[in-house]
């Protein structure tokens, strides 16, 4: 990375979430907290970073100064409110026509990289690229293919204009950013990727906030039962994150009892987002339909501090998904010292140490989720074991270590696209090239 060039500032696309947004509301996920943790460290090694995202509300400021060395912009596109993922293909257009005129009021030369976040950040990222004459870093989070390939019961398949769209952008990039070497795999294998132009770039977790604490100071803090055994689910709500299967799963436990002789809670933390929001009640009912609503525990999306008290008051932390990139609710539960109960799906393989910081699951079969808590909650040394086991663990993933990677992959691809051919490249990035040559660098 030290002989690699760094880039000055970073032009940083989220089409659809702003890092602002309290994750599990709405669109609002891992990728929030990714895109901010990385764009503030980013700032705190010299480089400047301006993040265009969609404004969503007439109450937006154009340009908001969101952390030293981090510009948020909030580019009007379409309606304000009303809008989800789905229809935001139709707003692209704009989308990036003010994307590109706030580019062309600076002097030429104004970002040194793209890095665009999900496909339709990556179909923005592909013409500023282009226009602008700088790489493109893109980062899926999620693909398409893979969530079709393993969806939930009743859930809504991924639109093949997605499919068709990430197939591009994974053409265009000059690097792309895989968050485990599965992703990497599925990249290659369903898009056809070239292995060559592939980072893989761990997340991390904000260690300063998600630490081991204590489980009484927690539960006095939200208000729980110190005598209660606690399983919580943190995260949107939603088919694809399957709460619902952890509903089902801890039906019979809280009917028949625990070995420990302990009542069991399920704590549920998050809002409804994409397929769930055609039913916001939908896992309010299932509670009633199950005859567990007493032993049902909702609570709103909560802020990173809050939320490590929620981990903190746990005995076991589930992330029943069907598809994850990586699960950065693993890591922060784990960096609080709880042990996870995760599908072994995408990359909480990655996030989870199978028997020794928690348990994965193969599949997503009621019962065999119902039997795999029963045992891990029925051995209370085991779960501290994995409870210490899990924090170490998650202290080798932080988001300095990720930002170290991703400075990496930068300065790769900077490299390779200042080697590229004068006729791989348009008139306009000529122009813009012999520009850069002649313009002063100016001092970090």
Not at 61 to 75: L, N, Q
Not at 235 to 252: E, S, T, Y
Not at 305 to 318: E, G, I, K, M, T
Request: contains cysteine; aromatic residues 6%.
């Amino acid at each position: 990375m030290t002989n690699s060039p760094l880039p000055r500032r970073v032009a940083l696309i989220s089409v659809h979430t702003s890092p602002l947004a309290q994750p599990g509301t709405g669109d609002a996920g891992g990728m929030n907290v990714y895109v901010w943790q990385t764009a503030t460290r980013l700032a705190q090694r010299g480089v400047e970073v301006e993040i265009f995202t969609r404004a969503t509300s007439s109450r937006d400021a154009a340009s908001v100064a969101a952390a030293p060395g981090v510009t948020v912009r909030h580019v009007v596109a379409g309606p304000f409110e009303g809008l989800d993922k789905r229809d935001l293909p139709a707003q692209l257009c704009a989308f990036t026509a003010n994307v590109l005129r706030a580019e062309a009021g600076q002097e030429p030369g104004h970002y040194d990289l793209i890095h665009s976040h999900y496909w339709l950040s990556g179909q923005v990222g592909w013409l500023a690229r282009d226009r602008w004459g700088v790489p493109l870093v893109h980062t899926a989070h999620t693909l398409a293919a893979v969530k079709n390939a393993s969806l939930a019961t009743g859930d809504v398949a991924e639109p093949q204009l997605r499919v068709i769209g990430e197939q591009q952008v994974v053409a265009e990039a000059d690097r792309l950013v895989a968050n485990t070497e599965t992703e990497a795999a599925e990249l290659i294998s369903m898009y056809g990727a070239d292995p060559d132009r592939i980072d893989v770039v761990t997340p991390g977790a904000a260690l300063e906030c998600y630490s081991p604490g204590s489980r009484a100071d927690a539960r006095a803090e939200l208000g729980l039962d110190p005598d209660e055994t606690i399983v919580t689910f943190v995260g949107r709500i939603q088919p694809l994150k399957a709460p619902d299967l952890l509903l089902a799963a801890a039906a019979p436990l809280v009917r028949q009892g625990l070995a420990n002789g302990r009542r069991l809670r399920v704590l549920v933390v998050g809002g409804p987002s994409g397929s769930g929001l055609d039913r916001p009640t939908a896992l309010i009912d299932l509670a009633d339909e199950l005859g567990i609503t007493d032993s049902v525990t909702f609570l709103p999306p909560q802020a990173p501090d809050r939320l490590a008290q929620v981990y903190r008051a746990s005995d076991l932390v589930a992330v029943p998904s069907y598809s994850e990139s990586f699960g950065l609710v693993a890591i922060e539960a784990q960096a609080c010292g709880i042990p996870v109960i995760a599908a072994d799906v995408g990359g909480l393989s990655v996030a989870v140490d199978d028997g020794r910081t928690g348990v994965l699951v193969a599949g997503h079969i009621a019962g065999d989720w119902t039997n795999t808590m029963e045992k891990v909650l029925a051995q209370p040394d085991r779960l501290a074991e994995l409870g210490r086991n899990a924090a170490a663990h998650a202290a080798g993933f932080s988001w300095d270590h990720t930002v170290d990677q991703l400075l990496g992959s930068y300065g790769r691809a900077m490299s390779s696209f200042a080697d590229r051919v004068p006729e791989q490249i348009s008139p306009t990035v000529r122009v813009r090239r012999r520009w850069r040559r002649r313009r002063p660098r100016l001092p970090a």
